[in-house]
């Protein structure tokens, strides 16, 4: 299957911000209630060893997705981190609630650019669903920023650029129509706009499916990994973890 770069709601600058926070926080609620990432909890230890350092600085945090139930099984295999949440397009609501009810999760409140991360935030950079977001040239840069910062870099995917992984979005509209009343923050316009004027279902399945296929091959991003200056002093590691019928694509960058 080609990779083709169709638009995505959530990133068009002028789409409300309500609707980008309804579907951020979606995701959160699907991460968290099938714990998605329980079986990258090692790449995450290993990342954080690698960095030398118990801090994570998250980017693309959305509406804060896997973290919460993450943290918690950091707090047992790991101990103490901390985690700074941040996005280009922040979903306060969330990442607030999300930092209130943890102490290891504080919340950057400005926006903050995946591709060029500010030089005071030093720890292991985690992007979850996000690297299909970026075209070639922004993978690079956020690759090429890595190195020059001389930091480490650790990507999971969760979509897959499949005939599987179409089939898969399609059962979205329905997960969202079970899933809608158990997603925090509470709202009644969400449950509006989920079964009265189904409009987040929609968002949510276009969204999911454009992500499908936005998603980078291996072979791809080795192709990128090969235009970043520098790139053959750090060990650039990429696999897949399964759980269940589910997988979680991972790239694993560190230095040498
Ligand atoms: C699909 S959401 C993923 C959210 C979250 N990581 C999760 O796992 O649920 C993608 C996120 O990427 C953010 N984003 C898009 N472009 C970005 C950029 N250049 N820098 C930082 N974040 C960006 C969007 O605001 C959105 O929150």
Redesign the pocket.
Known sequence: MPRIHFFEF??LPWFPHIL?NYM?DF??AV?HLFDVYEPIIPIIEKGLAKSKTNVIID?????G??WKKISSTLKETYGDHKILLT???P?LDSLDSLANQSSYMEVCRGS????CVPKLLNGLRTQ???LH?FHEEDVQSIFQNTVDDEQVLAVFEITERSLKGVLSIMFMPITTLLITPMITPFSIFRLVLTYILPILPFLILWDGMVSVFRTYSEKELRLIIEKVKGSENYVWEIGKKTKGPGQVFYLLAYPK
């Not at 980017?59 to 509406?63: E, K, N």
């Open positions: 959530e990133d980008r951020t995701l959160q991460s980017l693309a945090s959305g509406g997705g896997g996005d280009l397009y979903n903050v650019d995946a591709r979850f669903l996000s977001h």
